[in-house]
C-alpha cells in the first residue's frame, strides 16, 4: 500500500514532476546521522518495522508499505542538521492509528493534503548520487520559475534502499505561494 497522490500538470516542466498527495498518517523516527547514514538507515527501520510489527498499544500488526521516506532537515544547503526515517501507515489505520509502545522514539504524523516536486532514478543508489539527483531537481525547479522549500529534501525508497532494480526519488515540498 502506498501513499495515493495524483499527477499535476504543469507547463513547460522538465526534469521533475508536481504531484499532489493526499491527507495521510506517517509513523517516523529520528535517524542518528552521526553514525552514517547506512547504521542509522538500519538502526531507524528496525525501530519503524517493531512498531509495524505490534510494539504498539494496541498490539496490532500491520503490513508493510512502502515508500520508506528518509527526510533531511538542513542546515545550510550541503549540510543536513538532523533526518528522519518514515513509513505510511495502511489507510485502514489512518482515523485511530495505534499509539507507539511506551517509551519508543517514533511520532505519529498526520500530514494534510500537500504538494511536492519529484525527480525519480533508478540504479544503484549512493550518497553522491541522492545528491546528484537533488542537485538536477533543485536546477529544473529554479529554471522553471518556481520555489519550493529547500530546508527539507525528502528521498523515497520503494525497496531496498540499496536494491538498484526499483525506482528511488527526491522531492522537495512546494513553497507556500506567497499570495
Known sequence: ECPLYQDVEV??????????????VW???????????TEAYKEASEKLMAYMNGENDRNVIMAATIPKTVVYIMKDMSTPKTAYLSQFLPVSYHETPPQPAEGKPLILKHNPELHYYVRSFGGKPSVDQYRREFGMLAAAIKK???????????FHEYSNPWDEA??????????????
Open 11 to 24: 507547463e513547460g516542466v522538465c526534469g521533475f514532476e508536481l504531484r499532489r498527495y493526499n491527507k495521510g
Open 27 to 37: 509513523v517516523m523516527t529520528e535517524m542518528n546521522v552521526k553514525k552514517g547514514i
Open 144 to 154: 522553471s520559475g518556481l520555489n519550493a522549500v529547500w530546508y527539507m529534501r525528502f
Open 166 to 179: 526499483q525506482r528511488h526519488e527526491v522531492a522537495v515540498m512546494v513553497a507556500p505561494s506567497e499570495s
